[in-house]
């Protein structure tokens, strides 16, 4: 694993991210992550807030268009987070806030999925929000507010 | 340094601030918390003013709106922590000046759409497009709040002017 990783880190790719002067590279990246995190946890957000009660008036099956808004979001983040992690592969692979970080991302997505499923996965209408529904969307919002701290701490918790 | 920052990192409260060394995490972490909160709410309501989900009524739709205010007052609280903890940091930069710009933009947006077009909100029905005005909203709305997040993440970065 750790050759594979300094390979990672060593590349011309992770010289120009890291190295280079340009505002292209390590900040602009960074930058995107960022828009991708406001659109993850934004559309996570909504849905949540939904099932528990806020925007009684908004139809539960309108909700199924904010998904696709989150992946969006998460794809944003997948690729400007392996491009942030190729970077500094061998520095990250071994950082414990990060593996918390992926960790927390993992269950935010399974949780996200078992909402959506749970809404809209039995072609009979949406449920009312249920209490299991108000749980998953509890654990939803602490999940990616865990993540996001994780994230930010990255940079002080070597 | 411009004497206007050298008067508030000289401050009691700047210096106790800057040697609480876990506070600057901590807000920078409420900081996108709230970010978060902001653009996912305003947002959802802008798209809505463009005329995307239109069988949610725009006046339920704003239903996040006090969400979004409450993301925005956590980063108004903890940007302001900020500056108090290294002003020369955001006075001399032109990133965080692009920034401000935006978030007047959008405020001022936000106050005219309120002001002026609000109460046709109301008289909206479901599954009904919006007006070109509400789109023209919606448009600047969600352009600025991205550009506040981008100037703001540039922030290090672009016209630091070292």
Known sequence: MTPFLHTLQSSAFSAWVVGSDTIWAYPMILTMHTVGLSIVVGAAVIVDLRLLGVGPSIPLEEVKRVFPIFWLGFFINLVSGVMLFVSEAEDKATQPVFLIKLLLIAIGVVVTARIRRRLFGGGSPPMRAASSGRTLALTSLVVWGGAIVAGRLMAYLK | ?162
């Open chain 2, 1 to 162: 340094m411009d004497p206007f920052s050298a008067w508030i990192e000289a401050t009691r409260i700047s210096t106790v601030m800057r040697d609480t060394t876990w506070l600057w995490p901590a807000c920078e972490s409420i900081h996108f918390i709230g970010l978060a909160l902001l653009i996912g709410g305003a947002g959802y309501f802008d798209l809505r003013l463009l005329g995307f989900m239109r069988r949610v009524p725009v006046a339920a739709a704003k239903a996040f709106m006090p969400w979004a205010i409450t993301g925005f007052a956590m980063n108004l609280v903890t940007g302001t922590l900020f500056f108090v903890m290294a002003p020369h940091m955001y006075v001399l930069s032109a990133a965080w000046w692009a920034k401000v710009f935006f978030i007047v933009v959008a405020g001022m947006n936000a106050m005219f759409f309120e002001t002026t077009l609000g109460t046709r909100v109301m008289l909206l029905g479901p599954n009904e497009d919006t007006p070109t005005s509400f789109k023209i909203v919606g448009a600047v709305s969600l352009f600025s709040w991205f550009a506040v997040l981008f100037f703001g993440r540039m922030l290090p970065y672009i016209g630091t002017g070292n």
